[in-house]
């Protein structure tokens, strides 16, 4: 794999329309991109005009890197549902929980989007919902308790895992307890190491003992453990916590570099640069094709530049690679 490959197996990104385009195209033939990520705009209400289109992503990523891409969607039941249009309605994580059935809620809603052409689900959500006032988990999380989140997470991810999708535990280290949504601003929370330890870690030790594909980074800043860096750029939790601490071996996906938490306080470059140095795998951008083009195009000049090493390059693109030839 070359330099410009790997750079592009450590992005998924957003699209333009819901049907196969020359700029879907171009994502994969110019820049070898390692996955696609779909929104209500991409998912067309004809099933088969949605099955065509992941069909021919997944060709044409193979054909591009020789490595099929992650095809994937926010697909958690509840509210976080992209395809309520297609496969209907399903329960949240909460109420999966009190009736005492993840498993097989989690495993009719899988087996509906692996259907569908997907290979990828972001869900679980391993929050705890433990401050009424959160204005963004709530119901999204199986409750307030660390114990009752961490068995509904590894019942989920045992779900997807039957179903044949990748399954991702969100929002390391746990965006429960905070009083401001990351999608607006950047949260900023003075919990300490202990208290996550005894608390948000919890589900999370529990997804990667139950082997979860992904986790993805919260923007938030949790100044008592680290007082400069929003998780997603931060060394102390992407490695000294997530990987060495809690074993962790998969892959490490940042939430969507394009939310205010992050974008309002860094540049396109320096959220590139940070949070790959800090050890992510995998960038998860949402943007416009001249957004993603010039996403592509930074990234490169960083590693050109020798502010993004072609060693940590390698090192995630080898990780993604491992993942696609043993799951895909």
């Given amino acids: 794999m070359d330099v410009a490959t790997a750079i592009g197996q450590m992005a998924i990104v957003s699209f333009p329309g819901d049907e196969w385009n020359r700029e879907i195209e171009s994502l994969f033939t110019k820049y070898c991109t390692g996955g696609l990520i779909h929104f209500q705009e ?3 209400k004809d099933r088969l005009k949605l099955e ?24 958690e039941g509840g509210k976080v549902s992209r395809l309520k249009g297609i496969i209907g309605s399903f329960p949240t994580a909460m109420e ?9 809620a989690y495993l009719s809603l899988s087996a509906k989007v692996k259907e569908l052409g997907f290979n990828t689900a972001w869900a679980p959500v391993l929050d705890i919902n433990s401050n009424p006032q959160n204005p963004v988990i709530g119901d999204r999380s199986f409750g307030a308790a660390a114990n009752t989140v961490k068995a509904g997470g590894q019942e989920a991810i045992r779900a997807f895992r039957s179903s044949g999708l990748l399954s991702c535990g969100k929002h390391f280290p746990g965006h429960g307890d905070t009083f401001v949504d990351s999608h607006l601003s950047l949260p900023v929370q003075e919990t300490t190491l202990e208290v996550l330890r ?3 870690l919890i589900p999370f030790a529990g997804a990667v003992k139950e082997g979860v ?15 400069e ?5 931060s060394k102390i939790f992407l490695q000294n916590i997530l990987r060495e601490e809690l074993g962790y071996e998969g892959l490490i996906v940042t939430d969507d570099l394009n939310m205010g938490a992050v974008k309002q306080n860094y540049s396109l ?24 083009r010039e996403f592509f195009k930074t990234f490169r000049k960083l590693v050109e530049n020798g502010k993004v090493l072609e060693k940590r390059v390698f090192e995630s693109a080898e990780r993604i690679k491992k993942l696609k030839e043993k799951k895909l």
């Fill in 198 to 200: 005894a608390r948000e």
């Fill in 213 to 227: 594909d992904f986790i993805m980074t919260a923007h938030i800043l949790f100044s008592a453990v680290d007082k």
């Fill in 269 to 292: 470059e320096e959220r590139i640069e940070l949070s790959v140095n800090a050890g992510a795998d995998i960038l998860l951008l949402r943007d416009s094709s001249d957004g993603i």
């Fill in 96 to 104: 999966t929980a009190g009736k005492g059935d993840v498993y097989a």
């Fill in 42 to 44: 991409n998912i067309s």
């Fill in 52 to 75: 065509e289109l992941n069909k021919t992503a997944l060709e044409a990523g193979y054909a591009s890197s020789g490595l099929l891409p992650f095809i994937s969607v926010d697909e």
């Fill in 229 to 233: 860096m929003p998780v997603t750029f």
